[in-house]
């Protein structure tokens, strides 16, 4: 589920609220990264161990070499930069995908609008024309997303909940077999036809209202497009690949080189033993929590704390269309003067 | 209320005018950071006084070894680059949202222009509208920011304002009940059945006017559900965690690590005990003032200085909107020939 | 008065031309930074004198602790990565309020193409029209550039200049008595309904035509409601007070921590006094001439060498959409074959 | 083909996904720069050898000399950042590239709602449309992709694929001797005709759906065009050029400054030998494989593991086309009432 | 003219590609930077050639302490960070001036489609409105480019072209006397009235198309309105004066500051004397090179080797305008069934 926070963070008095949001658990840094923390900590203290118990005093001295060897040269790894041009992309996305997603609210405005009739075929006709929009929508989600997908495994799902009929499912299915590519949008092929038969029998008015729909109905295909397209398109492996190395070897490498070292050999900043690295751990929250941003939202239609909601949208667009299109059709109010009428 | 200085700052005259912003107290800086200067002024001297006055010789050692280090550490912690992207980000949302607050001015122009008569029912088709698209407008207000929710409470307040009646509640609520979704955009519907009245009724002349009119209903729609978007969909927790982590634990760890020792200790830098550390505090002021920046915007319909004055917007655009389609409709000035006319 | 430099640099050739504009005093980083500077070099003066003539050897020793302790820490505050990115913000700014600037050409354009007739009433409703746009235009100028401010204070020296007529004088100010909001957009409804009027007169031959020059009006309305947006809308005061404290600091404390200090008492880098501090002065240049790019663009409709030239758009706009509109309406050259015709 | 691992990081739970992505081949930053790092490694091993076994203990004391002066300067060339503003740009454009890719379906669409009729002219013209839009897809591709390039080396390709008629290649070629420019656009002209053949015979009923075709095919045009520009408009040979001298000179310059020196020397961090410079492979990982992400980026229409699968694409469009606006022109399913209908 | 490269870096195998462009010579960092390498050069050798054989031991010793001073402060100007910023504005509105630049395609498709007739008087308005697209696009050309400048010094020049009648040339200068302002946009009123005059005489068929056209006319106006802009607002003076003060004054100070010092002085990291400072030239290829890229594109209409070919742009808008409307006007291949038809 998505997590909200923005009313918390609405003003800014006193102490402010960011500090509050420290004491968070879902969605929070700490969720995503503790499990690296515990491996991290018991790589750091079992290195400690044999170099504190296990080592005679001459290996101790290589040990002190090799730590202070790591120490400095895991300093020339610039894993700030290359996080922040790389977070930047992928939130950049993030927020793409989101904008991707398309609304079936305009549409149904529109047809409720344009298709007139409280008969039955007019509500047949605006129902269904809504119907496969969702269903070419709830389609396309099931190839991206693992939560629709697990709710939806098979076309004859999608039959069952009522979002496509046994009919429509028999020629879906005759399409299908014809060519390997994905026929998501068949449903807005449908839609289209729907529109032009409604025009036919005069039902929309005029030109204008049907070019308007189909333009909508456009537009949602190419948002389902977009949104195959992120999927399929993902953001050069490489990238990925060169931040993660960075970040991983540049904790293996602290590992070893933020030990803390026999006070009594003087080297520099090791004039005492916390035996808790604190600063060490704190960095180790900041960058890797850095990195698990990217890592939750590189595909935000998991099921992360933070991923779309994507199965609420589904029942969402589903109520919404209805209650648009047919439920309140008829339910205008009447036109009364306001109060301010003078 | 919104913070303008634009202009103070029109011209870069002698020594420019951005000093004399240094100045000022509403929206400042200082205003948001005192609380914690504040109490990170008291931690400080707290640490200070353990360390001259309760401390003997050999924990004051210690102490100057702890300081020493967290001198050392606190230094690796790149705060400026990750509050650079993350500062960024929230304020290309903060105008992103501005940005998609809707202005009902167009469509008055486009109503005032298309929905012609003088008559009761033309006027009050015209108002009618405007004000179905305020109330829409209203409503969504009530749901992302606290000041307008605190003016409206509930649908029952905006009756009592005028911007719904009686009757049209007793629908809205009607629907309300059949489904937990929200509803807001119910009275665009609404305004768009009392277009397609209009047209039937001939009070729009052509087919044009009712696709112009109802794509920029549409668009109203598609901003009204943006705002939400941008309240639903909070900038990922974590990355809000990682900063905020950041910027705290640097200051608490300059807390010991910036504190004046002793000077017969010869530590580098600290030849002399100045009892108040400037550059500590300037440094506090910048980067605390550089976070706050990002707190104050991160949900730019708050109670902030720098927030966005809603409510004067609600006024306005029901003002302006009645203004538009009905008292100025019929007062246009006659046709006659400018100055230069030769 | 902008300051145009693009054909001086339209090729890169020997040593370039970026060092040629070095030379240049209009709108240079010079003439903006100069009385900073002189003022810096008064205060970087007077403490060294101070130093070397004032103080006894003890006070000195003390000054030089003092130096060394500004020195070291001065360089903690990363003003250039603060500034890299508010300037960045503001850049972005001025430009996209440079692009929202409305162009009346394309509306003229169409009304020249749209409106037919050479008598008096046609040539009166296309200069009407346009003169209502320039008009708008102009008001909403005057609101947020002192230039055009100055230059027509009140309403009446818009009606003295032939930009409105006593009558629309007296209409306008019976609106604007009616509402405490701007009514910069009132000539934009006139236009509107003259435009309606033409249509019904069947001066305009077709609903296509209408449309889209009620959709240009409404485009010129939404920038300049786009221009009073960026008007009103600030940076956010924090962004701004923490650059302008960050540089301001910087430099203070560059006063006394790039003092040359008596070379016979060994500091780093203190082998030798020049008197002249030829880096810090360049530091001061750089920075200070980085932080004044954002101080003369933050508002760009100020009186600024690098600000646009608002009086001479008006002007410009005026005798354009004359020109398009009515004078060269009927110029058009026959239509005759051209040289490469076969 | 383009590497897809979206699917494989949709959550981030326990350790995360991104380790995993570590150890894939395909597409990987190991693939890319392992004959780099094979080069590199030999140099280095062989700078190495002849520091140990070849020379005596002066020419040991020079080399170690040369050692130190370029360890101490190659960390003055700032690669990480001109790398992370150039490769910021040129995934910007990568992604913008892709965008530019035209899909047919749209028209596709379009075309099976508004030009009727079962009969063969129906279904030729139909076919003939989205034939000629792919057709000038395609030999744009031609144009800027060595992979369909490989595959349609000349026209008669097309013609034997059957993307191109025998007739139309003669007009084709016809054009092509009378104008040195490149003349792909040619089939979208010929598009155009037959949709106004195809009005003029009363097969597409309003003039609306004229405007929407037209409107789309230029559309296509335009991207088409976008692609060609991407193609001719490189990103300036000298931004690339500075780039790649930053990170070769670079690398070479730490063969010499990262050997091992020999520890008895004391020089700083050189305590102890290790033979294998571990940091410095991670280093040459790290930044060559930044470098690899433009490489393989810059033009994505290559044969690279990310580039775009063309010739994939070309197929798709083909066959998807076909069969909307022929295939399953009439296989639309009946009008039922859905399962949710009270 | 344009250098193009991306074929040649279409894969990334082996050793990539990038390091081949390094050995081209067309449009390379070393063509633009070689005359201040050389400048520099013989300014570092000069100041070497001072130290080393015109001062005696005691100016050496001073020489050595100006020298590492300048080292020290040198590296306090933070070049690498003004130049990245700087670089990624310029580099932005590069890019922005290329997709501004209008293509006429578009307009030419429309008319074919739209304007009947094979006579001469459906050829000659045909061609006659592609003229005046042109003209009005070369004009701005002329104001903006000194290449095409150079080639149209006047209006009589483009008589000659046949780009202008005499008659219309006439018309122009008339409108031309009577305003200051620049009149590069009245061809394209011209063009507007041709299209009017068609639909007088019923050559285009419908309204829609109409609209489509006077639309597309409009944004061409506005492209050459956005070229304009581009032209007469520069990036401001103040910022490109701040990056080059901060480049060339580095490079001065490096001079001083990286001389080859006497290794018998013991000063850190001048162990040895190599006469040629390598690392030195690097750095000067580096910064001045990404300084030169900025300087190449600010204007991307002048004459250097990545400038637009604006001259080959004119010509091959005209000959495929004329190619569209008129000479392939009627080649349309006659419908016939293709080789997949079933």
Known sequence: MTVTYTHEVADCRGFGNFWRL?????????????????????????CSAVYRYALNED??????KISRYCAYYSDLIPISFVLGFYVSIVIGRWWQQYQTLPWPDSLALFISTSISGQDNRGRLMRRTIMRYINLAYT??????????????PTIDHLVDAGFMTANEKKIFDGISERTPHSIHFVPLVWAGSVVARARKENRIKDDFAVKT????INNIRAKCGGLLSYDWISIPLVYTQVVTLAVYSFFLSTIMGRQFLDPKQKYPYNDIDFYFPVFNFLQFFFYMGWLKVAESLVNPFGEDDDDFEVNWLVDRNFT???????????????????????
């Open 139 to 152: 389609i396309t989600l099931t190839m991206i997303t693992p939560r629709v997908k697990k709710r939806f």
């Open 213 to 216: 729909i189909i333009d909508e």
């Open 22 to 46: 420290l004491f968070r658990w879902k969605g929070s840094v700490y969720k995503l990264v503790w499990p690296d923390l515990f491996m991290y900590t018991l790589l750091y203290y079992g």
């Open 59 to 64: 290996d101790k001295r290589i040990f002190e």
């Open 320 to 342: 919404i269309s209805y209650l648009i299109v047919d439920e309140m059709h008829n339910e205008h109010p009447e036109l009364i003067q306001d109060i301010y009428w003078e």
